[in-house]
């Protein structure tokens, strides 16, 4: 199974100069787990470096920083495609894709059901007994 690379937006070069003290090789490591999303053996096997040595490395708290960071402008990155994705998504010829698309942006807009149930309005009934 062949994995494709994920582009790394601009700021990942930003986030690499400000962490001088992650090295060429830590950085490729962290970059090559989070564009394959493989595991720590085969991303170390990629940039030809041992299992041993990856996990050591991973483990070290500059590393961890420099991988945080990175996620999170991969995850930035990803969050604005997805949020084009809905907006397509109410265009959709489906009602019901647009009515999804529609409910969950409102849900994370802070506008949709807090507790996930729609409630209605009260009803009363009179039960007549004779």
Partial sequence: ????????????QEVR?????????QADLVDTLLQ????????????GANRTWAV??????????????MADVMLGG?????????????NAKSAYLR????TDLLDRYGLGREDGVVSAPPVQVNIRID
């Fill in 56 to 69: 050591s490395t991973l483990k070290k708290q500059h590393v961890r920083a420099y991988a945080r960071d």
């Fill in 78 to 90: 990803h969050a604005l495609r997805a949020l084009a994705t809905m907006g397509d998504l109410l």
């Fill in 1 to 12: 199974m062949s994995q494709q690379l994920i582009e790394v937006p601009a700021q990942g």
């Fill in 17 to 25: 100069a400000k962490h001088e003290k992650v090295t060429d090789r």
């Fill in 99 to 102: 009515k999804e698309a529609a």
């Fill in 36 to 47: 394959t999303g493989s595991t720590i053996t085969k991303a170390a096997e990629d940039i």
